[in-house]
């Protein structure tokens, strides 16, 4: 079974290929890149899944899917270094000030399309 | 090949109608927030604490979103306040459209925003789903009860990150079941620093008092934001 939260993600990526897909008659929009942060609360494999599945026997095939892994980044509030937060530890590697604030991670968003206009 | 690039949300459509939503919210001065949890925490029963301990004058209204059965907005119409159910009919989660809906079959009703001081949302009983859709809301809060794991919010990051507030749940039974509340909330803080926790318990009413005060202390702040903008 593919988890339904995937499923209504891939359905909406897939709205998206539609709507771009009018804007360019004749063409076929062949790949989509998706950005997913992670903290979005998105299983990458689910999604991955899901999205084939919506897209088999369809005139939109063939259509890949390319997900892009976000990680979790902080920015600390007071030397503005930035790191990749790891095992959920907020503290700043180089001053070890607690107050660092989450800058990405939380992405899930549509980057880019490839389109094949042959 | 031509690649294009596109940088919009994923749930870009959502997204536009949480925002005409945020945006009625803060013109009519109404705190509207959104309770997620897996099913069974307890959202129920603590809107029925809440509902009860509301002024009888008390401006308040209830949407309550599941998966099936209407039992959810029973519960909680026994307080006379306005509440509708949401049966989502399979969808793991409330979004935008239809939080609009409800509201636009709400005035058939007259229940209208610009009579109501708090919209409370109960999400469909579900950690993943639900802190996907922007509802407008000015808040998230995310219950975990003490019949749960406490790393709970390192396995479901994304809904501890994105909640204002973290209410600890069924305190009541930290006596009977092997579950370090002291943990829980070090999880919680550890994926979202300095969130705000209240134990409570809906059977007891411990720790429902702190609970009440802080909406009443952002119904404020919303009112006033209405007020000025
Ligand atoms: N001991 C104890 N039980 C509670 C408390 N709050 C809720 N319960 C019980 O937990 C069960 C589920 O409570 P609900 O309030 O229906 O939970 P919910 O989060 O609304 O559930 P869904 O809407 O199905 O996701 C019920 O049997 C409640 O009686 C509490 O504070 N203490
Ligand atoms: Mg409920
Ligand atoms: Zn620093």
Redesign the pocket.
């Known amino acids: 079974m593919v988890p339904m939260h995937e499923l209504g993600i891939a359905s909406s990526i897939l709205e998206s290929v539609q709507k771009e897909a009018v804007r360019h008659p004749g063409a076929h929009i062949s790949k989509v890149g998706v950005k997913i942060g992670e903290l979005a609360g998105v299983d990458r494999d689910a999604l991955q899944f899901g999205f084939e599945v919506l897209v088999k026997d369809t005139e939109l095939e063939p259509l890949a899917l390319e997900l892009e892994l976000i990680p979790r980044v902080q920015r600390c509030s007071k030397c503005a270094y930035e790191f990749r937060m790891t095992d959920f530890d907020p503290r700043c590697p180089l001053c070890g000030d607690l107050a660092t604030q989450c800058i990405s991670g939380e992405e899930l968003d549509i980057a880019y399309m490839e389109i094949d206009d042959s | 090949m031509n690649r294009i690039a596109v940088e919009k949300k994923v749930l870009n459509e959502n997204q536009i109608l949480a925002e005409q939503l945020r945006e009625r919210y803060r013109e009519n001065g109404v705190l509207c927030v959104n309770l997620i949890s897996s099913p069974g925490s307890g ?2 029963a603590l809107l029925e604490r809440t509902l009860e301990r509301m002024d009888k004058s008390a401006r308040v209204a209830v949407l ?1 979103g ?1 998966l099936q059965t209407e039992n ?1 907005a029973r519960r909680l119409a026994k307080f006379g306040f306005p509440v509708r159910q949401i049966t989502t009919g399979g969808t793991c989660h409330l979004d935008a459209r239809m939080i609009g809906k409800h509201l636009e079959d709400w005035k058939l009703e007259n229940v209208a925003l610009e009579d109501l001081d708090l919209l409370i949302v ?1 999400n469909v ?1 579900n950690l993943v789903c639900p802190s996907s859709y922007d509802l407008g809301e000015d808040a998230k809060i995310v219950l975990l009860s003490t019949t749960e794991g406490e790393d709970k919010p390192l396995k479901y990051p994304s809904i501890f990150f994105k909640s204002e507030l973290m209410l600890l749940t069924k305190i009541d039974l930290l006596p009977y079941v092997p579950f370090s509340a002291d943990l829980a909330r070090e999880n919680a803080r550890r994926v979202h620093p300095g969130m705000e926790i209240i134990d409570v318990s809906s059977t007891t009413g411990e720790g429902l008092d702190r609970w009440m005060d802080w909406l009443k202390a952002r119904q404020e702040k919303a009112r006033l934001q209405g007020v000025v903008g």
Do not use: F, M, V
Request: proline content about 0%; aromatic content about 0%.
């Open positions: 959202k129920t309550t599941d959810d109960e009983g």
